[in-house]
C-alpha cells in the first residue's frame, strides 16, 4: 500500500509556505511496468506528489524549499511564463514541463528528460494523446542532448537507448526509432534490452504507437524458451538486416 504524509514546505524563492502531500511508501506491486519504465498502478498512482508548484510564485521542483540554479531568472522569463499557463495541458503536466525548463537552462539535461516523460504520463492518464505525443518528442531530444553531455538517464546505458526508441515510437518517429536501433543494436550486451528491441522493431513495423509493457517481451522470450525455438536475434547482435523499412 501507499503512505502519504502532509508537510509544509516554504518557496525558496517567494517565501510563501505551502501544504503539500508527500509519499512516506509506496510499492511496485500490480503488475509490469512500460517500456518507457512508468511503474505499476500503485506507484504510478503518486505521481502527483513527484512535483511541486509554488502557488505564488509558481516556481516548480521535486522540493521547492531547495533553490535551484538561476531559478528566479528562469521563472521571470517569457517561456516559463507561457508553460506554467498553458491551458492545453493539465496543470501537473505543466508543472513537470516547468520543472524541465529550469533542469534544461541549469544543464541538468537528465533530470529534464525525466520531468518531461512524467509530463507525458500525466497527459496519458488525462487521455490527450496529441499532447502526451508533443512531450514524448520533447523528451527524446532532450535525452539526446543528454547523451552528448555524458548525462546518462539510466543505468545501465543500454537502457537508456530502450527509453529512447520507445519515445520515438509512441510520438510517432518511425524511422529515427529503426534509425537508433540499427545504429544501437549490435552494441546491445544486455540481453534483456536487447529482445525489448527486438520487440519494438515489431511494433515499429506495424506502425504501433500504443503503450506496451515490458513484461510483454519477456513471455515472448518465455515462450519461445518452453517451445525450443531461438531466441529472436540472440543469434544475430551484429546484424539488424530484419528491420525492415
Same mark, same amino acid.
Given at each position: ?7 509544509? +514546505? ?37 505521481? +502527483? ?46 508543472? +513537470? ?101 527486438? +520487440? ?46
Amino acid at each position: 500500500m501507499t503512505t502519504v504524509i502532509n508537510e509544509k +514546505f516554504r518557496c525558496s524563492l517567494c517565501g510563501k509556505q505551502t501544504q503539500y502531500t508527500c509519499i512516506s511508501s509506496t510499492n511496485t506491486f500490480g503488475g509490469s511496468p512500460d517500456l518507457d519504465t512508468r511503474p505499476p498502478k500503485m506507484q504510478r498512482q503518486t505521481i +502527483f506528489a513527484w512535483v511541486q508548484r509554488c502557488p505564488k510564485c509558481g516556481y516548480c521542483a521535486s522540493d521547492i524549499s531547495t533553490d535551484h540554479p538561476a531559478a528566479q531568472a528562469v521563472i521571470s522569463g517569457q517561456e516559463y511564463k507561457d508553460q506554467l499557463n498553458n491551458p492545453a495541458y493539465p496543470e501537473l503536466a505543466a508543472s +513537470f514541463l516547468c520543472k524541465a525548463i529550469l533542469d534544461r537552462e541549469s544543464k541538468e539535461f537528465a533530470a529534464a528528460t525525466w520531468a518531461i516523460i512524467h509530463a507525458a504520463w500525466v497527459c496519458d492518464d488525462s487521455d490527450q494523446t496529441e499532447e502526451a505525443m508533443t512531450c514524448r518528442r520533447k523528451a527524446a531530444d532532450t535525452l539526446q542532448i543528454a547523451e552528448e553531455h555524458n548525462q546518462r538517464v539510466a543505468k545501465p546505458d543500454a537502457v537508456g537507448t530502450a527509453i529512447l526508441v520507445d519515445l520515438l515510437r509512441r510520438s510517432g518517429q518511425f524511422e529515427q526509432a529503426r534509425k537508433t536501433i540499427e545504429a544501437r543494436r549490435s552494441i546491445i550486451a544486455d540481453d534483456m534490452v536487447a529482445q525489448i528491441l527486438d +520487440f519494438e522493431t515489431d511494433l515499429l513495423n506495424r506502425r504501433d504507437i500504443s503503450c506496451h509493457t515490458i513484461a510483454e517481451p519477456l513471455k515472448k522470450i518465455e515462450r519461445a524458451k518452453n517451445r525450443g525455438l531461438p531466441i529472436q536475434g540472440k543469434e544475430n547482435k551484429k546484424s539488424n538486416k530484419s528491420i525492415r523499412k
